[in-house]
């Protein structure tokens, strides 16, 4: 499905507290997707033994998943890229409907990784879960409930 939305390259991180080894496997049909199963210390290695400019040449083409970990995890990961210091925010998608480039190619990614089947993205979709509180800024945090 990746190669039908056109998108002909996509490295999937997916970023866990095991120990080990970084596992790689890439799959070539219609889409060269490299599935990345890295533990956070190393891919922390990884940014510093490849530096800032890398991030910036792969990111536009990556999707990271974070096993057990939240949004203040990637802000500690991730302070500076290619020599600025950054703060990572989350998203809000609270925009008019308004998405970002970035909140776009997600959008894409998880759709073809799903066979675009919009019942079983919206089935798994843990924001009817969530706290609405926490994400979704300038409201009466009281009044809000799960």
């Not at 970084?22 to 290695?45: G, H, Q, S, V």
């Not at 990961?77 to 290619?82: A, F, G, Q």
Request: aromatic letters at 10%; one cysteine or more; proline letters at 3%.
């Amino acid at each position: 499905m990746l190669g039908t939305l056109h998108i002909k390259n996509l490295n999937l991180f997916y970023i866990s507290d095991r120990e080990g080894g970084i596992d790689t496997t890439t799959f070539d049909n219609n889409c060269r997707l490299i599935y990345i199963d890295i533990p956070k210390k190393a891919y922390l290695n990884f940014l510093a033994t490849k530096g800032d400019k890398a991030f910036v040449t792969y990111n536009p083409k990556s999707l990271y998943i974070l096993d057990n970990a939240d949004h203040s995890d990637i802000k500690r990961m991730i302070t500076s890229i290619d020599g600025f210091n950054v703060d990572i925010v989350r998203g809000s998608s609270q925009k008019s409907h308004i998405l970002s480039p970035l909140e776009m190619r997600l959008s894409f990614y998880i759709s073809a990784m799903f066979n675009c089947d919009y019942n079983k993205i919206s089935h798994i979709n843990s924001f009817n879960v969530l706290d609405k509180s926490r994400y979704l800024p300038g409201i009466n945090r009281r009044r809000i409930k799960s």
